[in-house]
């Protein structure tokens, strides 16, 4: 049975029976040709037999394996690589078919290559998650045919692998390299001039030429009966959170990823980037109901708690509940603290409904909203009107990007900040708002 399942006729095969068929066929006006037709038939079987033995001949002639890393990285590039290895003593054509996760919907991988005798071949290929969760890839299935190319024999490896896509960690790798080396204006990213003072208090030492006189501390100059100043450093350590809606609004999906998924992913690049920068970062999620909810703390290896976190967040469809919101921030973030708040309004309604909430977390809080632009609206928009409908359709689109823009006026009027940003540039300007923050003293 284990022989029948790993036997495949090569479509070469088909073609041999047909020109014996056509053979057949033409003997029918030329009788002479009929015994050449069965000539060709038993020398068709004899390849049979001889191709069975060539490939069944060996046993566990040929070793493959596919070689997945722990986690993937959603909406990135991830490379997979597969290792080939022909141990038969001759030349073999392989087929590779590669079953992959079902969240791809892929079903025609294939990868053909040839393999000397006791040669080892090594390939990779790519996938892109756009959902997070547990992907499972199949069967590694590899088809080896001799030069012959009558049949094929199946070998099977590596049935049902796990793997989990956790949010974006390869954009987070790749902002935390480039603060680190100080290069952010290469991909977008404003490096702002500090201003004036900050308020952390260092130590008092003694008053050298160039420091300021508005340091100056008289009560230490009386003691001390010589010029005393106080020394100040920057502000580090200041709370962060990153607060993301779950509800509806977060599922509208833009290049086949959630508003929610683009939502997590910033998050994570951004936390790490403040923790580089000494801050304390903290995660919260709402939609009807708190979900999520972790303190700010400045320490590195939280960022795998905040990764595991982001991990389990999911879409809710259920209208977000800001009350709450507040309610939870209120009790539970005491200090002052920088509040990114991910959610999207499609309507200026919708925002004026929430705006008392928002305009309540404002007062103590640096509150940044972040809404998103529908980018197919821009696309629209930027296209001739054709034809009446396609008028209607533009004019409709241009009301709701204005709408977006009327948001924006409206926060700012009522002194909250705000983010209008494509999907895909969401990481880049939310880093530079914050750097703009930090910059102007504003927390």
Known sequence: MKFIKSLYIHKQFYIYLAVISVCFLVSYWLPLLYAFSWILVVFLAVLFITDL??????????????????????SDDNSIP???????PFTLYIDVIDELPIQFQKRD?????????????????????VERGEYVFGNLNVYTSSKLRIVKRKYQFQNEQMVPVYPSFIQMQKYDFLAIGNH???????????????????????????????????????????????????????????????????????????????????ALA??????????????????KNIETFLPAIHKITYLNKILEALYNINTQFTDSDYGLLYAQIKRKVTHRSLLLLYTNFEHI?????QLPYLQAISKKHMLVVILFENTELETLISTNAEDLQSIYHKTIAEKFAYEKRLMVKELQKHGIQSILTAPEELTINTINKYLEIKARGLL
């Open 53 to 74: 033995l060539l490939l069944y001949r060996f046993k566990n002639a040929i070793k493959a394996r596919r070689i997945l890393p722990d986690k993937l990285s959603n």
């Open 82 to 88: 597969l290792t080939l290895s022909n141990y038969y």
């Open 109 to 129: 991988f294939s990868y053909k290559t040839i393999l000397k005798p006791n040669q080892n071949h090594d390939f990779t290929y790519e996938v892109r998650p």
């Open 184 to 266: 952010l204006t290469q991909i977008g990213l404003k490096k702002i001039r500090r201003i004036g003072h900050t308020s952390e208090f260092e130590q008092i030492k003694e008053y050298v030429v160039g420091d300021d006189y508005r340091t100056i501390n008289w009560k230490a100059t009386a003691k001390r009966a010589q010029l005393m100043v106080n020394q100040f450093q920057d502000e580090k350590s200041q709370p962060i959170y990153s607060i993301i809606d779950t509800g509806r609004v977060m599922k509208m999906p833009f290049d086949g990823l959630k508003l929610l998924d683009y939502a997590i992913n910033s």
């Open 270 to 287: 951004f936390s790490n980037v403040a923790l580089k920068k000494h801050d304390k970062v903290g995660l919260l999620s709402f939609s």
């Open 349 to 353: 309604s919708a925002l004026k409904r």
